[in-house]
Nanobody
């Protein structure tokens, strides 16, 4: 099992910034992808950003458009999502995901954090 602890959500005005953190503990897969997804009630969950542990490969949702940056601290098993120029439509529950992979990148296990609310409003 992998446990995920998220932090950094909250309320911010349009144009503001927030940084989300997600720390993994427990079982450690030598190759993994950690990242963030978001969901608004009534909508499907969508990819925000992910980063792979072995090579730092990142993937971003199309809506990010250079406003968000994902990074990781391998020593701390922590990923960070720096969000800038936030818009009201970015308001959602942001959830951290840990995907353990095999050496050929097959998915072996999936874990989710409880989610943290981000609200962008004036």
């Amino acid at each position: 099992q992998v446990q995920l602890v998220e932090s950094g959500g909250g309320s911010v005005q349009p144009g503001g910034s927030l940084r989300l953190s997600c720390t993994a503990s427990g079982r450690d897969f030598s190759i993994n992808v950690m990242g963030w997804y978001r969901q608004v009630p009534g909508n499907e969950r969508e990819l925000v950003a992910t980063i792979r542990s072995n090579d730092g490969r990142t993937v971003y949702g199309d809506f990010v458009k250079g406003r968000f940056t994902i990074s990781r601290d391998g020593a701390k098993n922590t990923v960070y999502l720096q969000m800038s120029n936030l818009k009201p439509e970015d308001s959602a529950v942001y959830s951290c995901r840990y995907n353990g992979l095999s050496r050929n990148y097959a998915s072996l296990a999936n874990f989710w954090g409880p989610g943290t609310q981000v609200t962008v409003s004036s």
